[in-house]
Each structure stands twice: as structure tokens, then as C-alpha cells.
């Protein structure tokens, strides 16, 4: 049973350019998050998605960010014109339910570079 | 907004040794998770706590919860080198969208188990 996969793993754009991360959530799972994690810190809630929904997106920057998780396919975090600030690691999680007892299972992370 | 905080930043022990690690939040939650990092990794999901819960465990790892301090604790025994990692814990509350859920995570924790 595989795991939470994203592609690619690593990321390095230039500045003004746009960046595409993947996210393949685990078999059976319909919910996922995405994260940021800016180095020494812990992870930030960016947005929640299920199935052809956005369901929360109160962790997204309004403008240049967008998520979406189409019937078929990864779910896909775009950043368009990206600058030197949105250099992180970005992680992506599943849940079977999005429950408040649900596990969230991470994938392995995008780290962006932005030069 | 709600951020939980882990405490020490950073320990290091001998292997063999107990490693406490305590973690602090602010609002009310429905559960917490305590997630391990290696350096460069994704995140790996350790054990989750109700908040009707007091105290967990799981092999080497035993979780507290104290709700009325709003306080938590992951005692790793008998630590091995393996273990060296950072230490997350992550409080799950509702989000912004009907039926939202995220986990808001503290800076965490840097384990080094010396062998």
C-alpha cells in the first residue's frame, strides 16, 4: 500500500517563474492538506481539499497561491510568479475522512528553492 | 491564532537514556498527535491522544495529556541513536470550512541520541 507520494521532491525556480507540486494521496483516501514548513519551524495549514472542493483555505496566501484536486488525478499546489520568500518545504497529507480523530499521513515533501 | 510549542528546542541524551519532551497550546482541541521528522524527511505520524484521554502508549513511547493545563508530554525510554529526530506535537481543531479539521504544530523539538 503505497504511501502519501509528491513529485518532484525538489524544486528550484527562478524568480518570476511558476512552480507546480504534485500530491498523490494514500489508496482510499479522499482529504488533503497541504503544509509549508519554513526551515526551523514547524508546519503551517495552508489549505484542505477534498474530491473537486476546496474546503478551507484560510492558510493560503490570497494572491499567487492556488490548490485543487481534480475527480481524476493529483491534487496540485501552484504558485505563480514565485519569489524568494516562498522557498520551504511543502508537504502535502491524506486522511480516509477528514474526521477530527483521523490520522494524516504525510508524503515526503517538495523543497522549493527559489533563486 | 492557536500554536502549540514544544519545550526543550533541542536535547540531547545518551542512547539507552529516557528523553521527556513536553508540549504547551492554547485553545480548546479535539485531539493531539506527536509526529517525528529525520532531518530532510516527511513527516512520520507516532500516536494520537483524545482529549477525553490521559495517557497513551506505544511501544518505547508513552503520551500524557493534561487539558486542563493545556499541556502534553512524549516520553521516549530507552532511547536509541534511531531516534535522533525532531519531535513534533500537532493539536487538531476545526478550520475555517464546514467539516474542516487541521493540525496546527509547534516548532518542535530536536532529539540527538548519542551512542
Known amino acids: 500500500n503505497a504511501g502519501v507520494m509528491q513529485n518532484p521532491r525538489h524544486l528550484v525556480r527562478r524568480r518570476g517563474q511558476e512552480a507546480r507540486l504534485r500530491c498523490s494521496p494514500m489508496k482510499g483516501h479522499s482529504h488533503v492538506y497541504w503544509y509549508r514548513q519554513l526551515p526551523e519551524e514547524g508546519l503551517k495549514f495552508m489549505v484542505y481539499l477534498q474530491k473537486e472542493n476546496i474546503i478551507d483555505e484560510s492558510g493560503m496566501p490570497k494572491e499567487r497561491f492556488s490548490a485543487e484536486f481534480p475527480k481524476e488525478g493529483p491534487s496540485i499546489l501552484r504558485i505563480q510568479q514565485v519569489v524568494r520568500g516562498d522557498s520551504a518545504a511543502y508537504f502535502c497529507a491524506s486522511s480516509p475522512s477528514g474526521g477530527s480523530t483521523d490520522t494524516q499521513y504525510f508524503g515526503p515533501g517538495t523543497r522549493l528553492t527559489v533563486l | 491564532s492557536q500554536q502549540g510549542e514544544e519545550d526543550p528546542q533541542a536535547l540531547s541524551i545518551q542512547e539507552g537514556e529516557n528523553a521527556t519532551m513536553n508540549c504547551s497550546y492554547k485553545?480548546?482541541?479535539?485531539?493531539l498527535q506527536w509526529y517525528r521528522q529525520n532531518s530532510g524527511r516527511g513527516l512520520v505520524h507516532l500516536i494520537l491522544?483524545?482529549?477525553?484521554?490521559r495517557e497513551k502508549h506505544s511501544g518505547r513511547l508513552r503520551v500524557t495529556l493534561d487539558t486542563s493545563k493545556k499541556s502534553s508530554s512524549l516520553l521516549i525510554t530507552a532511547s536509541r541513536a534511531a531516534d535522533t529526530a525532531s519531535y513534533f506535537c500537532a493539536t487538531g481543531t476545526r478550520g475555517s470550512g464546514a467539516g474542516s479539521y487541521q493540525l496546527t504544530f509547534g516548532k518542535g523539538t530536536k532529539l540527538s541520541v548519542i551512542p
Open positions: 485553545t480548546s482541541i479535539n485531539n
Open positions: 491522544i483524545r482529549s477525553n484521554e
